[in-house]
Structure formats: structure tokens, C-alpha cells
């Protein structure tokens, strides 16, 4: 015999043994409760026999005259006992309802009647508890040997007890019937125990079966090698069955495309894909490679309200058959993120490298100046310079902004608007106090929504192009909106949603290119606040879009500015 049919020999055996024992326990434990229940029962229905023979004796108007004649005597005549009317009735009795024995007493407790006549006449061997005017129902050991006996006390038209009615029912009797009863349940128990020893043979081979013989061990490994690979990437998996439905996917995948957890209950295995709530373009990407048409594979972009991801859709095939589908998964969030951050450093090292080229400009010139001897006109020219600010910055009203980030952001973001034909200013009411405490992520936002803007700008029609940057700060919170003189968002398209663009058939008629609105939005609600349009416009007017940043502005921000632009401490 091979090991593994050794090992698999010993997992039935064991699998056949336990399932056996707990059979065999449970209808040990049934049969004995049961037995129990039998013989209290047995017993019951016996004393019960007995105590209702006893109570319809003792409440036989004939007998109570009788027995009433003998009240007081200690020593009556058994001769006449004997062929009285008292012994007859109870043997009457005793022979019609299979009783051992049926006594009768008077109230001294002497027998007036017995199965053996020797024993007339005289006091009873047990204690005559129903003389004291109640019943009394025992198993006690007589003449006529152990018995389940009833004692009923026999009461005079007065109310008085005058003697007692004592019927018993031999123990063999009631054995027999405890016996007889005990050998069915057996029988029940012995058949209970073949049909579980039957089921539990059904189960293994049943078991083996539906493993493909594969042992415990076996079974255990292929579960490691299957979470090793599903759990141990970073990439996102989905399986699909030649069946359509979903067969696994990992935590990444789950987390990705925000499903439900194995927990709940609408985790996706199991489902046809097609009902697994998955994004349609991903549905369609499936749909294509099951399909079989050409290009099919390519890798799809999902633009999810959280994240963006990149899926990939495989065709699995072994031995010339179609196994399903494999679906790659890639969270490309972090990466785009980190682009738009780069972005925005970018520009604002343009806007460095433009003030450095302007100082190196106005150093050449006052040099110039001065080497001539023109003195005058050098410190006429610092003065303008002191007056203009350190840079002419084409961006109106930017002397609102105090924040150095910032405010280089927006003058390179002016240069550019400039370069477009655009003007780009601050807005009036803006009243932004202190620094930046998250930059990045604050000039990632604004220069989307400015890139937005300048595109609707542009492809308005002919016109004044502007574009107009409010910020408020509150706390450590900072509101901003950025409006343009474009021709507003297309009616009933949200720009925010997988796969959108606000770019139109004709471009005259659009608002911008939705250039990076949904990135922007994600980046908004990774810091805590959100961002949303605050008018869409129209044909007389741009769209605003408003965000709200809690968190991003240092703790100081709250103080306003001096007359010289900064903060007050």
C-alpha cells in the first residue's frame, strides 16, 4: 500500500469513526433519556391504575354500610369476613382489574378483606396512612411480597373516616411492561445506529468526491499557494469562470473598486460578473475578450470616484480550452497624484527662475548705471523697483496674496494666461491671512481649476478673457473659487465622473477639457474638504468651481495682514 492511500485510508477511517461516534453517542443519550421517561411512566400509569380502583371502592355506597359496621372492633370473626359481602366485592374487584391484592380495613386498620383468608381479621403489615384522612400512593414491601399499592380512605355520610381501601400492583407486573417497553426503544436505537453508520459511509465517499481524493494536507497547501499568490501583490485580481461568474479576487482588487467584504452579504464571488456592481467600461473589457475581438486586452483606464485604476483583462487557455478570464488590476492614484504635485513644483520653479532672471536684469542695469556715473538714475531706478514689488507679475491684485507659494503659483500661472491672451487676477474680496502648510496639495487643486479655466477662457467666443482666483481663509480652512468668461459647463454633464470630459463637439461652446477636475476633487477629499461647482454658467457667463481645504493653512493664518502685507503676530 502506497502512503497516500494509507494517509487517505486513515482519513476515512477517522472521518467514519467520528461521525459514527457522535451518531452512537446521541442515540446512547436518546435511548437512555427515553428508557428513563418509559419506566417513570411504566410506574405512573400504575399507581394511577391503582389510586383510581381504590377511589371508586372506597366510594361504593354498599361497602362504606359495610365496612361502617365493623367501626371500632380490633377483633372481628374471619369466618365471617370470610363469606361476607365485603370480601366478595373485593375479590370481585381484584379479579376483573388484574390487581395483586385488595384490602379493605376498618378504622383500626384490620382486614375485612385479603386475597389469602388466613389473613383476615388481622392488623395490616404496612402503616394505614389513609386512616388519617388523605391518599397515599407507594411501593412497599407486604404479605404478598413488593407492590405499587394506592390507599383510599373510606369516609361515613359524616364526613368521618371509617376505614381504607388498600390496592396494589404486583412489581413483576409492572416490570413486564417497563421490560417490554425498554426492549422497543432498544430496537429504535440498534436501527438509529446501522442508518448513521450507513450515512456516515455516504459522507466520506461523498467527501472524496467532491475533493478529487485530495487528503486534508493537500487540500491545506493548495489554500496557502492560493492566498500566497492572490495576497502577496499589490495588484489588484479578479478570476472569472468560463461560466461568466466570479470565482476570487483578492483584498487589493476589493479595496480598488471599493466591493463588499467576504463578510457581508453581497460579496461578488459567485455572482455573473455582469451583476457584480464592477465599473461598465471594465464589464465591457471582459465582454470584448470573452468575445474574442480584435484589440481586445488593451489595458482601461477607470476613474473612480476615489482612486484611478488601470485593468487589464487576460484570457486564460490550457490545452486548447477556454478556462475565463484574469482581471490585472493597478492602482495608478499615488502616480497621478504625485504628477499633478510635480506640476505645480514645476511651476512655481518657472516663476523662480523668471524673478531669478529678472533680478539678474536689474542688478545689469543698476550696475550699468552706476558704472557710468549715472547715480541719480540708479537710485531712481531702486526706487521703482522698491514701489513695483520684486517682480512684475501680470496677475491684478496679487499683492492680496501673502503667502509666498502662492504667490509665486499665480504669477507663474499669470505668465502663462498672459502668454494665452488671458488676464488673470485675484479677486477683490480675497482675504487670505498667513502661509501654507500644505503647498503641494493646495497649488495641485488651484492650478487644475486654473487650467480649466484658462481653456474655457480661450475657446469662448471673441470677447474680454479673464479669469478670476477668490480666497478666503478661516482658521487653518482655506475657501477658494476660480470663475472665467468661458460659455460655462455643458447641461447635464458631471465633470467629476469616470471618463467625463467638459469638451464639446465644438469647442467654442465648452468649458475646458475637465483637466484634472477629478483628480483635483480626490485631492480635496483626501485633506478633509471637497470641491464642487458653484455655478455652472451659461452662454452669458463662465462656470465658478469652489473648494473647501480644512487643515491646509498654519496655525497664525487667522491673524490679518499690517499695511505692509504681513501677518500681525
Known amino acids: 500500500m502506497s502512503t497516500e492511500r ?29 428508557a428513563f421517561l418509559t419506566v417513570q411512566r411504566v410506574n405512573d400509569q400504575a399507581e394511577q391504575q391503582a389510586l383510581g380502583i381504590g377511589r371508586t371502592l372506597a366510594a361504593d355506597t354498599s361497602l362504606r354500610h359495610e365496612v361502617a359496621g365493623f367501626d371500632g ?5 374471619p369466618k365471617a369476613l370470610a363469606t361476607g359481602p365485603i370480601q366478595h366485592d373485593a375479590e370481585a374487584v381484584r379479579a376483573r382489574s388484574g390487581a395483586l391484592f385488595v384490602v379493605v380495613t376498618n378504622d383500626q386498620g384490620i382486614r375485612l378483606s385479603h386475597p389469602n383468608p388466613q389473613e383476615l381479621g388481622r392488623r395490616v403489615s404496612t402503616e394505614p396512612q389513609a386512616l388519617g384522612g388523605r391518599e397515599f400512593v407507594a411501593r412497599e414491601h407486604g404479605t404478598l411480597g413488593e407492590s405499587v399499592r394506592a390507599k383510599v380512605p373510606v369516609f361515613n355520610d359524616a364526613g368521618t373516616v371509617i376505614g381504607e381501601v388498600s390496592i396494589g400492583v404486583a412489581v413483576s407486573t409492572v416490570a413486564g411492561q417497563v421490560r417490554q417497553a425498554v426492549v422497543s426503544v432498544l430496537l429504535v436505537g440498534v436501527a438509529a445506529l446501522v442508518l448513521g ?35 502577496g501583490v499589490d495588484d489588484g485580481v479578479i478570476g472569472i469562470g468560463p461560466d461568466g461568474r466570479i470565482s476570487v479576487r483578492n483584498k487589493s482588487a476589493r479595496q480598488m473598486l471599493a466591493l463588499p467584504r467576504r463578510t457581508d452579504d453581497g460579496d461578488i464571488v459567485g455572482l455573473p460578473y455582469a451583476d457584480a ?37 487576460h484570457e486564460v487557455v490550457r490545452d486548447g480550452s477556454s478556462l475565463g478570464q484574469v482581471v490585472m488590476l493597478r492602482d495608478l492614484t499615488t502616480l497621478e497624484e504625485l504628477g499633478s504635485r510635480l506640476n505645480a513644483v514645476e511651476t512655481m520653479a518657472g516663476a523662480l527662475r523668471a524673478q531669478r532672471h529678472e533680478f539678474a536684469n536689474r542688478l545689469h542695469t543698476i550696475s550699468g548705471l552706476l558704472a557710468h556715473g549715472e547715480t541719480e538714475r540708479a537710485s531712481s ?6 514701489e ?15 503667502d509666498p507659494y502662492l504667490r509665486a503659483f499665480l504669477g507663474a500661472k499669470g505668465v502663462q494666461a498672459h502668454e494665452r491672451g488671458v488676464a488673470l487676477r485675484v479677486g477683490e474680496a480675497s482675504a487670505l491671512f498667513g ?22 477662457a480661450v475657446t469662448a467666443p471673441p470677447g474680454p478673457r479673464w479669469v478670476e482666483v477668490d480666497l478666503l481663509s478661516e482658521g487653518t480652512t482655506l475657501h477658494l473659487a476660480v470663475a472665467d468668461s468661458g460659455t460655462g459647463v455643458v447641461p447635464d454633464l458631471d465633470v467629476f465622473a469616470e471618463g467625463a470630459t467638459t469638451r464639446a463637439r465644438d469647442d467654442a461652446e465648452a468649458h475646458g477639457h475637465g483637466v484634472g477636475l477629478g483628480l483635483a476633487r480626490r485631492l480635496a477629499r483626501l485633506v478633509g474638504g471637497d470641491l464642487w461647482i458653484a455655478d455652472p454658467g451659461g452662454d452669458d457667463s463662465g462656470a465658478v468651481f469652489a473648494a473647501r481645504l480644512p487643515g491646509v493653512l498654519e496655525d497664525n493664518a487667522a491673524h490679518p495682514p499690517t499695511e505692509h502685507g504681513r501677518p500681525r503676530p
Open 6 to 34: 494509507a494517509v487517505a485510508g486513515t482519513f476515512t477511517a477517522r472521518m467514519m469513526a467520528l461521525v459514527f461516534a457522535v451518531v452512537a453517542g446521541i442515540v446512547l443519550l436518546s435511548v437512555g433519556a427515553i
Open 73 to 77: 372492633q380490633r377483633s372481628p370473626d
Open 197 to 231: 453508520g450507513v450515512a456516515a459511509a455516504t459522507l466520506v465517499r461523498w467527501l472524496r468526491r467532491v475533493t478529487l481524493g485530495l487528503e486534508p494536507e493537500e487540500m491545506a497547501q493548495l489554500v496557502r499557494d492560493q492566498e500566497a499568490v492572490l495576497y
Open 277 to 313: 456592481a464592477l465599473p461598465a467600461r471594465l464589464v465591457g473589457a471582459v465582454d470584448a475578450v470573452r468575445a474574442g475581438e480584435a484589440g481586445s486586452g488593451a489595458p482601461v483606464r477607470l476613474e473612480l470616484p476615489e482612486r484611478v485604476v488601470r485593468a487589464r483583462v
Open 381 to 386: 531706478y531702486v526706487g521703482e523697483i522698491i
Open 388 to 402: 513695483s514689488g520684486p517682480v512684475r507679475e501680470p496677475v491684478a491684485n496679487i499683492a492680496a496674496v501673502t
Open 435 to 456: 502661509t501654507l502648510a500644505e503647498a503641494q496639495d493646495v497649488t495641485a487643486i488651484l492650478g487644475n481649476l486654473v487650467d480649466n479655466a484658462l481653456e474655457a
